[in-house]
């Protein structure tokens, strides 16, 4: 939604009109060390708390401390607040905070036309100007002419508001980021209280840094308050979401706490065996932080020691885990093939990043999806499942576990670079109502237990954990005979093993829910995705369907296998279109599958997710051809 | 002969086991004359006098002709890839420290493409007992040179003599600062069985190296250390707390002289017992222990037995102390906690 002034407003404080607004796209950008991403932090908070929906994108250069004042240095944190459902951290902003030229000069592309910009004029000094790359100097140069300008002497209104509290320039300036989140409550009328809360429990113990920052934040929201520039104030009213307890949560985060659910409910301790990488490494710190729930985790030498110890721990009964980003996947897939020979339950994750090699670390892509169906030596089928959203991602990662555990095989979960570093708000479940998780546990001295004996009905071994009486055996990359487990190079038994563990893979399908259509089961076009870009679709579907077109969206958590009733779903549609963050790999599978359907493709691989106006323009574009 | 081993971690057996008990039915497929026969006789003859209960122990391997031994031994087992055995059974022990884990591995799978876990498991000193077997050789893919073999020798990749310089096993466990080194010679089954029982009750990473015999593609390798005739002049087995004493007639030691260590005639140029080194397993500077396994022939006899058996804390302990004190401190207790910690609101 677009924020537009109107010049006519100026008017004496306390009486500037209030706007209601749908929803607000705010980007915070500014130098790595500004404190952009907690601002960010505290502005979603407040917006929660105050009632609406949102989600929320960090934005940061792969760099730790890139020069300061270059466009390299610029972090930004991109949040999308809502009276309406919150799919999406925004396609382009109504409202650009930025710190310094370098930040303005390097996110002006991703304001709306109209958009607000609020600056801080004292960075904007020749030096900087520079080193941005600007040749003139925007401010003076009517470059801004499109967009609203809000120019505040942030540094030097920051010092002043230290000065009254006795505080040196440069103790002071460490707070400017709070002066600008002032402005921006007073712009968007949001509270102060809850980032006044936040101070006092952060700076507990430093009193005259709770009350710089508050006097800052403070003085940054009386600016607003006085200045000509901002002649109105808007509200993004309360989004109406269903009743429950809620909390804001990031993707990555997310996986972790799925994990651990599907520990409890499953009475599998978890272990996870990872090696950092970007943009997985998180899952990896947040469940060291669990010991008291007795995670256990093994920060490995390498990725392959990383699926390796999982593999261990998997024999001895573990829920295990291992976590990675693609170049992590590649490594891993040797392993991948003894787990999938073992048959031994494991979920790797892979937070997918631009590739191929090292890529673009901290973008998202979705180029991992051949790799993780197909990336190994033989025949090695895995069940894979993908993660839509960061809230999503905790029920993707409890039904990978599930899956795993229940059907005892290796079980993919994807997400993404933009899942994985996004928030949004989470509705916190009750654990009790989690689906129980039952594997398959051989028990002491079970009569005539074989390693690979399988469930006939769903052709799952038992899992004969080290240390039970009467269930000595050993597991390995050799192939086995069927049931005894035995050495075998027999060509028959290497076909029907080759079999049976695709069987096995195959047969998830009737555990798994049935492919749900959003919008009508019949039309026109029908809009096929998987991952991080449901939201955009859905936004994109939205449109049409609201101008009319027999548009709808099958959005797939499950690729490995598919929903059962794929191809039924398929065949209520004139035209079947599939949007991919990548050039074009779920469709080959797709077609590989369901050759009877017709499928055009629009994909992506630039690190950035679709915006809704290209996904309705190429729809449109669709249902035009003949 | 044997005492008992002071882990209480790991649950004993209530009744008496024997050999019989850890032998598996499975064919066993070395070349006849291969080292490997009498390392497997050998750990199929410690494994009862450790006392664990049969289903407490877990041999891991990875890939290679060593790496066929989980197949050979009745417990809990896992065949790996090839390199990653010290990576799985760090799985295996972590996950569960009341498992007896056991590592079969070659020169090839440990220290080439598995040399990065193998530095690492060392490093972290997690309770895994890792039996290597060097016979300086490729034997499964038949007859590479490999970190072991000897510079100079002609192997099926190496026609014109190797130009590599080998590792020293030892060398390479000290320097990852490996707590507990041992070595024997596959013709000595007594004294391998003696090692694997100290290793299983040293608490870290106890590293077994067993100088072994490829009949087919290094057959001899080890002879300077091996061959009936000169073998006491050539191996000094060590015993803690006793003077380092070898050779055929008990008449030469090894002194430390001049900053390094020294064979010496025992009655010549009035050098007695007294002037020898006596062995000190359990020293934690591994000066001495990194001296003694390095020594090797022409110069020196090669040292056998415990060479190291440094006490320091096992990483799967530290673990769990880790996870006792979170418990016992931490407020999340369970899921539920977890999901409602930090900011949280109704609507």
Known sequence: ?626 | MFERPENTTIERSSVELTKQDFVSDQMVKWCPGCGAHAILSSVANVFPKIGYKKENFVMVSGIGCSSRFPYYVNTYGIHGIHGRAAAISSGVKIANPHLSVWVATGDGDSLAIGGNHFIHVIRRNIDLNIILFNNQIYGLTKGQYSPTTPMGMVTKTSPQGTIEHPFNIGELVMGAQGTFFARAVDTNPKLMTEIMFEAAKHDGTSLIEILQNCIIFADGAHQQVTAKDIKDDFQLVLKNGEPMIFGKNKDKGIRFFSNRLEVVQLGENGITENDLLIHDKYQQDPGVHLMLAKMAPPMFPVALGVIRSAMYPTYDDMVEEQIAYAKENNPVKTVDDLLNSGDTWVI
């Open chain 1, 1 to 626: 939604m677009r924020i537009i002034f109107n010049k006519h407003y100026i008017m004496a404080k306390k009486s500037k009109p209030i706007v209601d607004l749908e929803d607000v796209v705010v980007k915070f950008v500014g130098d790595s060390g500004d404190g952009m991403q907690l601002v960010g932090t505290l502005f979603s908070e407040t917006a929660a708390l105050d009632g609406n929906d949102l989600a929320t994108f960090p934005d940061f250069p792969a760099e730790i401390r890139a020069p300061h004042n270059t466009v390299a240095g610029v972090s930004g944190f991109q949040v999308h607040i809502g009276k309406k459902k919150i799919l999406t951290t925004g396609d382009y902003c109504d409202v650009l905070v930025t710190m310094n030229p370098a930040s303005l000069k390097s996110n002006l592309k991703w304001a709306k036309h109209g958009a607000t910009l609020i600056l801080d004029t004292d960075t904007f000094d020749p030096a900087a100007i520079e080193k941005a790359g600007y040749s003139s100097n925007p401010l003076e140069d009517r470059s801004l002419e499109k967009y609203h300008l809000v120019k505040a002497p942030i540094t030097s209104l920051t010092r002043e508001a230290g000065k009254d509290l006795g505080v040196d320039n440069k103790t002071a300036e460490r707070s400017k980021n709070m002066f600008a989140l002032g402005i921006l409550y007073y712009l968007l009328n949001k509270p102060l209280d809850n980032t006044f809360r936040f101070f006092e429990t952060k700076f507990k113990k430093k009193p005259d840094v709770i009350k710089l920052n508050k006097a800052v934040l403070q003085a940054g929201y009386n600016f607003a308050d006085t200045v000509e520039a901002i002649s109105s104030q808007y509200t993004i009213p309360k989004a109406t979401m269903e009743k429950g307890k809620y909390r804001n949560i990031v993707g990555n985060t997310a996986v972790a706490w799925g994990f651990i659910a599907a520990s409890e409910r499953s009475g599998r301790p978890l272990f996870l065996g990872s090696y950092p990488i970007t943009p997985a490494t998180e899952i990896l710190m947040e469940l060291a932080k669990h010991k008291s729930l007795g995670v256990k985790v093994f920060q490995a030498e390498d990725e392959i020691a990383g699926i390796c110890s999982a593999i261990g721990a998997a024999y001895t009964g573990s829920l295990a885990i291992t976590t990675t980003s693609g170049p992590g996947l590649s490594l891993k897939s040797e392993a991948i093939g003894l787990a999938v020979m073992t048959e031994l339950p494991m979920v790797i994750v892979d937070v997918q990043r631009g590739g191929p090699s090292t890529g673009l670390p901290t973008k998202s892509e979705q180029s991992d999806l051949l790799q993780a169906l197909f990336g190994r030596n033989g025949e090695c089928p895995v069940i894979i499942v993908a993660a839509s959203s960061p809230a999503n991602a905790f029920y993707m990662a409890f039904e990978a576990a599930k899956l795993a555990l229940e059907h005892m095989t290796p079980t993919m979960l994807l997400s993404e670079g933009v899942i994985g570093f996004g928030s949004e708000l989470f509705k916190i479940p009750k654990a009790a109502d989690l689906p129980a998780i039952q594997p398959p546990i051989a028990k002491p001295n079970e009569p005539d237990y074989k390693p690979f004996r399988r469930d006939p009905e769903t052709l799952v071994r038992k899992w004969a954990l080290p240390g039970t009486e009467g269930l000595r055996h050993r597991v390995g990359g050799l192939e086995k005979e069927n049931i005894t487990g035995i050495v075998s190079t027999d060509p028959l038994n290497h076909q029907l093993m080759v079999n049976l563990r695709a069987e096995k893979v195959q047969k998830v399908q009737n555990f798994i829910p049935r492919q749900e259509i959003y919008g009508d089961p019949e039309g026109d076009l029908l809009v096929i995705g998987w991952g991080s870009t449901k939201g955009a679709i859905q936004y994109a579907v939205d449109e049409m369907r609201a101008a009319g077109k027999k548009v709808s969206h099958a959005h797939f958590h499950y690729i490995m296998p598919l929903p059962k009733n794929t191809p039924e779903v398929f065949a209520g549609f004139k035209k079947i279109i599939v949007c991919e963050l990548n050039s074009g790999q779920f469709i080959y599978y797709l077609r590989m599958l369901f050759p009877q359907f017709k499928y055009s493709q629009y994909n992506k691989v630039q690190g950035l997710p679709f915006v809704v106006n290209e996904l309705t323009a190429v729809f449109n574009q669709i249902l035009e051809e003949e």
